[in-house]
């Protein structure tokens, strides 16, 4: 999947296959395809396993929402959050308004 010209790998269906990697994360309803989040990791893994805004996402799901990343191995923070605010100014996710 292409989100704002930037492949993401998935979908994933679980958290726990995620891998343990830096990178950027988009969860995606799988009912409608509405982007609920988008973030950054530099353990993509440990990030989505222990998610604060969980709750979020089976609310706006109905439970039903895969992960797809784009890996940054390697990459800094500040990389990622840079990728991270343009993804969430492109897609407004329904989930973590900053």
């Not at 989505?48 to 799901?61: D, F, G, P, Q, V």
Request: hydrophobic share 40%; glycine share 8%; charged share 15%.
């Amino acid at each position: 999947m292409y989100l704002d010209g930037v492949y993401f790998t998935g979908p994933i269906l679980r958290a726990d296959l995620t891998g343990r990697l830096a990178g950027i994360y988009a969860v995606i309803s799988s009912y409608n395809q509405h982007v609920l989040d988008i973030g950054q990791a530099e353990d993509v893994n440990a990030r989505l396993t222990n998610h604060e805004r969980r709750a979020c996402w089976i609310a706006k799901s109905g439970n039903a929402f895969c992960f797809y990343v784009h890996y940054m191995p390697g990459s800094s923070e500040q990389a990622r959050l840079q990728l991270e605010s343009q993804l969430r100014n492109a897609y407004s996710p329904l989930c973590g308004v900053r």
